[in-house]
Each structure stands twice: as C-alpha cells, then as structure tokens.
C-alpha cells in the first residue's frame, strides 16, 4: 500500500547488450564506458569497493600493470550496477569440442563403495578384478584383521615399553636410596 507523496520504482530490467564481450580487453572497456556513462570518479568506485586509493585506476585503465580477481570483479561490476548474464557461445562450443582433450564425463554403470584401501590393493596388483562384491568384502576383511592385529601388537609393545621404563626408574630410585643421595 502506498501512501501520499511514494513513487512506485519499477523493477530493474536487463536490457539486451549490444554486443558479447569475449575477452579481457572488451571486458575493461565496458567498465570503463559505464564509468564515464554514470560520470562518477575512480575515488567513489573504490569507496564502494573497500579498496585502497588508486587501484580502481590501475585495474581499468588501458594498459593494465594488475589483473582483476574474482572477488574485485564482483565488487567492481556491482558498483556499477552491472550484473552478467551468461549466453552460450556456439562457435566457441564448437571449437572446444573438437579439442583434442574434449571428453564426457564417463559414469560407471552402477554405483559402489570402495574403500581406499580395497581400491589400492587392486591398483596396485593392476588387478581390477579384485574389486567385485566378493574380493572386496574379502579384503575389507582382511585389511581389518590385519589392523586390529597391529594396535593389538602396538599395544602390547607399549606396555613392555611401559613396564620396562618403570624397572629402569625404580632401578634408579633404589640406587639412590643406597648412595643416600
């Protein structure tokens, strides 16, 4: 409900951009055509960024010395009131399908869960074979079993340490308590 002396606004609409921008270069010079289009200065787009003085000028000036980040990017296209649009590129798709590192995604034909361990034992025997329902519960088996055979090893080797260190320290004590020291 609007009260006396309100203007609606209208939603903001995206008109159609003239041209596509395909490269770094086109990408500045817009920025800069909106700058000059809006009249405002590099000092209040980087008031509106957060950024240090004189670095909305290095960054869109002609001859660039810095590259533009993700992050400034963002900052700098909403400070200007720009938002992108993403269009496919035919002629670029075309291109880069015919590349000769162009592949699909391959999925495998059903879904299972490895282990890491289980996929290693296979790869490393280069013995894919390994890795069907059987083997692999077989060797999660026995990756278990020999996993709980070392802590239990470890464990008992703890303890001699363990026991061991508690002779050698009473050993020490009743020494010192013949010398009197």
């Given amino acids: 409900m609007m009260t006396a ?59 660039s010395p810095r590259a533009m980040g993700a992050l400034t990017m963002w900052l700098i296209l909403r400070a200007l009131g720009y938002a992108i649009h993403l269009v496919e590129d035919p002629a670029a798709l075309a291109r880069n399908q015919r590349h000769y590192e162009w592949q699909k995604i391959k999925r495998p034909a059903r879904k299972r869960r490895w282990s890491l361990p289980d996929i290693a034992i296979a790869r490393r025997r280069n013995a894919p074979w390994l890795l069907d329902s059987e083997k692999a519960r077989e060797i999660a088996k026995k990756s278990h079993e020999v996993r709980r055979k070392n802590q239990e090893r470890l464990a008992r080797i703890t303890a001699r340490n363990r026991a061991n260190a508690l002779k050698g320290w009473q050993r020490l004590r009743a020494e010192k308590m013949k010398t009197g020291a």
């Fill in 5 to 63: 002396g309100e203007t609606q606004i209208a939603p903001a609409s995206f008109p159609e951009a003239p041209s596509a921008i395909t490269c770094e270069r086109e990408f500045l010079a817009a920025l800069r055509a909106r700058r000059e289009e809006l009249q405002i200065g590099y000092e209040t787009i980087e008031a509106l960024c957060d950024m240090p003085r004189g670095y909305a000028s290095k960054l869109l000036s002609p001859t």
